[in-house]
């Protein structure tokens, strides 16, 4: 595989451009409570590890994450990814079990030569904690990556012996420092960021001068404002930039901040985590990213019994009883709760694929776009007040219900929008829209007053369809274009 590396705003795989698409595998090596449909006391791993211990004693607790990691994510999953056409994946690990993480990325990597894919490597619990929240893995609830230099000094020792380790591993794209330093309450330390990042280089460049660094900013990777002192050049000459974005608004305006961010500085953008939403939200979302040429990774390849991720596993029978046990003291004997993981691990080795998320990643049929998800438009008339989406477009874009405000773009569990917040595009006459689609497949719109407009289909670049839909003589309402 050829070397990945920053060449201004692009990457490069040798000498050839490349856009980095992919998936989280989240849940892996560091799993959290919400992928199993647990919260509570068991939203992280060491909370999750206590549990099991707990429940079945120590000699099954061994034995239960050892077939966990084993069957979580395989060579099938990594061989799907590329059959899909995506070229990456973003693998988090918990340096608390850095150990067991080595040997897993030792076994990884074999696969992913074969299937030609990319690992971004994810420092996704640091030690300490760089959040103080359940992603990190957090002992305290603190922070404490930033209030200790005890744990500063071994995220840099660990730093330096993955880089010495994979430093000839040009599958390895590059190294994420730090997952999402600082949520909103703790951003007193913001400026304690920067300082580790400066000294993170200086660690891993002494044993590694060819990886892609990988930086993020504060507040879950949405405030690059610690950036702001950079300038092009001033960190280092090979490393990305990279934003997290989450239940908003699916349009350029809500990531012009990173754009403008990664441009000033001369640098790739990545996209390192999205996804937690419904279809419609995707349909929209990553299509914008790729025309935009922001690499991306989505959160999350897998999870327990939803319809919002790739890849999703059956709840195990006695769920119910386990979970009632957590949160509510209920009894469960020994026997019955090994009964019920043992479940468990055969469950998660039974991965399905989620079709309509892949269609709607990938804007193939079938799949529904909203009207709203246009991929390039030409508007001639003022934007009367309706929803507050694509502001910078002088599109009618109107909620179905005649209210006007902000979009509630927060279907965490891949609901569908509700009524209240369905949106419609109003298109005038001599203006259109044009969406992007892969593939071959039928065009139907869902919509008033349709004879009104004209359709055109457009071959785009290798196997691409590009739709244009113009208003002639009276407007139309266009709610829906079906690509099936």
Known sequence: MDWIHAKGTQLMAGEKPILLTGFGLGGWLLPEGYMWQMMGNVDRPRRMEALIERMCGPDYAASFWKKYNARYITEWDIALISALGYNSVRLPINTRHLDEGIATLDRMLPWCKRWNIYIILDVHAAPGGQTGANIDDSAHDLPELFLEEKYQQELIDQWRLLARRYRDEAAIAGYDLINEPLPPWQLQYSDRVAPLYFRLRDAIRKEDPRHLLILEGVRWASDVSIFDDFSAGSFDDNWMLQFHRYWS??????????????????VPLFMGEGGENNTDWYTAFFPLLEREGIHWSFWAYKKMNGANSPVSFPRPLGWENLRAYVEEGAALSVPEAQAIWDEFLDCIACGEIQWPVIHSLQRSAPCSVPAAAYDRGHFLHSRPDGAQLRMNDQAALLFADGH????????????DQPGSEAIFLRLRPGEWAEYAFRGDGTLRLEGKDLHQL???????????????????EKEADLYRVNWE
């Open 249 to 266: 608004n699916p349009d350029k305006e809500g990531i012009q901040c990173f754009i403008d961010c990664a441009r000033r500085l001369n």
């Open 404 to 415: 006007t405000g902000e979009v509630n773009f927060a279907q965490m569990k891949g609901e």
């Open 454 to 472: 004209k359709i055109e289909c457009l071959q785009g670049e290798e196997n691409q369809r590009f739709v244009r839909i113009s208003c002639l």
